[in-house]
């Protein structure tokens, strides 16, 4: 039955679960909401069963779960519009939730990472381009004395990067939950111009000469030395994420222990006065010393192998931005500028754009499918602009051997920009745009930049030739045989033993709908699934699956009503209205999307077959995680009766169960 008032409902939970004083975090699934109570003897869990709106209560995995069903997207945005909790909606999960603590330290860095950067990348490339157009006119001779337009566009580029410590801070303190006022007063004491009027003084001394942390002194502090990087910290990342962490916890710190009566300015004067010393004294030169020897590590690498090294990061960058990893990466890139002037990461992480460019372009010129072409055609269009995320997902990682194809080709195109000795000057512009990188501070087209062009080259002939002589252009090609329409040997139909799902069948009859199956694996009940709320068939009749491969597809025509952010559940409403709810695993949300990737958006139209979810069973399962999967129809009170499959092991596309309407 449809909530008629979610904000009634919001209001009526809230308060049955003990008010929000008795909350410490809220999110909330495909179909529940899950609360982290303080007190669970609080909660009045019969009244809230009573509720309209609310089809039962579940205490698991620690968690509080108030089950909604379809609706519960709506229900948590009245939480979130009424009461202080929850609010993150982007991610399914509250800002007020506790971390898990059982995710691994690699993931909360990336997690960190990417939450630091991923929000001013865009902006920086964009400003990066334009450093990439004042060093072509540089080539001309203009600069910021003879040429107006050479000093707007120099300013306009440069000084996102001058001030990319305050763009860091802001979005570090936001991460970490922090005053961000407070953090940005941390962040511009590096910036004030006092700090670089101090090191035209007489130097006192040395620290480390003749090591790789040779630091010159110029005043110190109760004689203790003040540590100044030689170029700065303008531009500086590290120093400024370390002392906004530090500062962090000094403000949560006072907060516990300084009268609400002061505490709006006390916690602020204290923090800033404790932080901006500590972080210059200590942290900056630290993290100073940390980008020397990670610029020393990537010049050995280099060093011992320069064709290896360039073979090796530009094959695998793709894959690094598949799985995320490339957050770990990004920030070197930065370290290495900021030390050396010069980037060797930057040509190999670009290249591996153009050797997909080259398979794409091949799709064009001999593919036939118009589905693929849909896709391809504008992809190839913003994999030129460095953006591969469409076609990575909607035809390389389906298709595979393309994929394939492009990590070959991105192989000899980085081993040749390797053994090139290839940099960039800069970081900035994606794809094509990313030329304006290799362009040196002179603004002279030398041979770094020819041979970063030839290198992107490269890897658009391979990728293009192996595509033509190998192709592979239809996206049924790559599917796994039992995914299609089966046929024996002499082409004849499959047998009705097989139960694979035709036009005719679905044809059958009006007043019947088949459903086919999303998954390979075994065949369970319902009941047999280790969750009351989907065992009971609480949120309507269907079978569980437990899956054998890691691919969903779709099991009819229609409109996905359904997705989760973190790809563990996907809702199907078919073209005659049956709701399907296809969720993987047991708890899986707590896992963030680590193990998934959706392959489709809410509200875009399917046919039966297409892909809708990939996911990981060995990652899901060594995370202590059931995988098995209730495939089941929401609506069932709109029907008639849900007829199941009587066989034990089915494959994608096998009849799973008829709609009787």
Not at 207 to 233: C, H, Q, R
Not at 492 to 505: F, G, K, L, T, Y
Not at 544 to 564: D, K, M, W
Not at 580 to 601: F, P
């Amino acid at each position: 039955m449809a909530i008629k008032d979610y904000k009634a409902l919001a209001n009526d939970i809230v308060k049955n679960v003990g008010g929000e004083e008795n909350v410490d975090g809220l999110r909330h699934c495909v179909t529940r909401l899950r609360f982290n109570l303080k007190d669970e003897s609080k909660a009045n869990t019969d009244t809230i069963k009573g509720l309209d709106g609310v089809v039962t209560v579940m205490k698991a995995s620690g968690q509080y779960q108030v089950v909604i069903g379809n609706e519960v997207a709506d229900v948590y945005d009245a939480i979130v519009d009424t009461t202080n909790l929850g609010g993150d909606e982007a991610s399914g999960s509250s800002n007020n939730a506790p971390e898990d603590d059982d995710r691994k330290l690699a993931d909360k860095a990336i997690d960190f990472i990417s939450g630091v950067f991923q929000p001013f990348l865009m902006p920086l490339a964009a400003t990066g381009m334009i450093k990439g157009i004042v060093a072509i006119l540089g080539t001309f001779g203009l600069n910021a004395t003879n040429s107006g337009l050479y000093l707007l566009l120099q300013v306009a580029g440069d000084g996102f990067f001058q001030y990319l410590p305050v763009m860091v801070a802001l979005t570090t303190a936001r991460k970490l939950k922090m005053n961000v006022f407070t953090a940005l007063a941390i962040a511009v004491a590096f910036l004030h111009p006092a700090l670089s009027t101090s090191m035209t003084n007489d130097v006192l001394y040395t620290l480390f000469e003749g090591t790789p942390f040779a630091s010159d002194i110029y005043s110190t502090v109760f004689g203790l030395p003040v540590i100044l990087p030689s170029n700065g910290y303008f531009s500086a990342i590290i120093p400024i994420i370390v002392a906004v962490w530090l500062g962090s916890r000094l403000e949560k710190w006072f907060k516990q222990r300084i009268p609400s009566t002061v505490n709006s300015f006390l916690t602020p004067f204290f923090t800033i006065i404790i932080a901006v010393p500590i972080a210059l004294m200590v942290v900056g030169p630290v993290a100073t010393w940390a980008a020397s020897l990670i610029g020393v590590f990537f010049t050995w690498l280099q060093g011992v192998s320069p064709l290896v090294f360039g073979a090796l990061l530009a094959a695998s960058w793709q894959l690094l931005v598949i799985f995320g990893l490339h957050w770990g990466i990004i920030p070197i890139t930065y370290l290495l500028l900021a030390e050396t002037g010069l980037n060797p990461l930057g040509p190999l992480m670009q290249i591996s754009t153009f050797g997909i460019l080259g398979v794409l372009l091949a799709m064009l010129i001999k593919g036939n499918e118009k589905k693929l072409r849909d896709i391809a055609i504008p992809g190839a269009i913003s994999t030129l602009f460095g953006v591969t995320e469409p076609v990575i997902y909607g035809i390389m990682i389906p298709l595979r051997r393309p994929f394939i194809y492009a990590i070959i080709a991105n192989i000899f195109a980085g081993a040749y920009a390797g053994a090139m000795d290839t940099v960039a000057y800069r970081t900035g512009g994606l794809g094509i745009f990313s030329l304006m990188n290799m362009i040196d501070n002179e603004g002279n087209l030398g041979a770094n930049f020819w041979n970063v062009a030839i290198s992107y080259a490269i890897a658009v002939a391979i990728g293009f030739i192996l595509q033509m002589v190998f192709p592979v252009n239809r996206l049924e090609e790559e599917l796994p045989a039992e995914a299609l329409a089966a046929s024996d040997a002499s082409g004849n139909e499959s047998s009705a033993s097989q139960s694979v799902v035709s036009d005719a069948e679905i044809a059958v009859s009006a007043k019947e709908e088949i459903i086919a199956s999303p998954l390979v694996g075994d065949i369970l009940p319902l009941s047999a699934v280790a969750d009351e709320v989907f065992a009971s068939g609480a949120l309507g009749k269907g079978v569980a699956i437990q899956p054998s491969e890691g691919i969903v597809l779709a099991p009819a025509n229609g409109t996905v009503s359904v997705l989760f952010p973190t790809g563990h559940a996907v809702g199907i409403t078919t073209d005659t209205g049956v709701e399907l709810l296809i969720h993987i695993g047991l708890d899986t949300v707590n896992l963030d999307g680590r193990g998934y990737t959706s392959h489709v958006e809410k509200g875009q139209k399917v046919s039966a077959g297409d892909l809708l979810v990939e996911f990981d069973i060995a990652t899901i399962n060594e995370a202590g995680y059931d995988t098995i999967t209730p495939v089941i129809v929401t609506n069932t009170d709109n029907f008639t009766d849900v007829l199941t499959t009587n066989e034990p092991v089915v494959a994608r596309n096998d009849y799973l169960f008829t709609i009787v309407k």
